[in-house]
């Protein structure tokens, strides 16, 4: 009989709660980030422009929201899946310990304006083996919600992984 993947303590987690943060979104550092990655759409820089299109201001990049709670990791903090663990849970998985992106699906529901305070919250949905082409996987999936100061709903987002053995 093959052992399983994912210990008991492990799949006990389901429904719990990985991880939480909170960030202030910042216009300037939302404006270097899209500046950064290419993304010079003017609802990011221009208030005006904001303005004309129904905001009461220029506004966050969704995909920003994640980097502003988040911050950033030292790079000696980091596994060796580049990852720093830390809105996984820290969850492990010794005998699957090869961890790649399974995906996500986010759906924005308000936008973020400057110097709204975000929160995180992360829950995990699933924790399940598989057996997939190339063999058994461990995939996991996660539900995170971003509300801002206000109680909002801002964002909410299926993230998933897979380990492998």
């Not at 202030?24 to 005006?48: C, H, S, T, Y």
């Not at 830390?86 to 400057?114: C, I, N, Q, W």
């Amino acid at each position: 009989m093959t052992s399983h993947l994912i210990d008991p303590e492990t799949a006990a987690r389901v429904g719990t709660v990985a991880a939480t943060a909170t960030g202030e979104v910042i216009r300037r550092d939302w404006q270097r980030w899209a500046a950064a990655v290419g993304d010079d759409n003017p609802l990011w820089f221009d208030p005006d422009y904001a303005r004309a299109n129904g905001y009461r201001d220029a506004i966050c990049p969704p995909l920003y929201l994640q980097y502003a709670i988040l911050g950033v990791s030292a790079l000696a903090d980091l596994r060796p899946d580049g990852s720093s663990g830390a809105v996984s849970g820290s969850l492990a998985f010794p005998k699957a310990p090869r961890r790649m992106a399974g995906g996500e699906s986010t759906t924005f529901h308000l936008p973020a304006y400057h110097r709204d305070e975000i929160e995180m919250v992360r829950t995990i949905e699933s924790v399940v083996e598989k057996e997939g082409r190339s063999g058994r996987f461990v995939l996991v999936t996660w539900r995170t919600v971003y509300r801002n100061q206000h109680d909002e709903l801002v964002a909410e987002a299926a993230t998933s992984m897979i380990a492998r053995p």
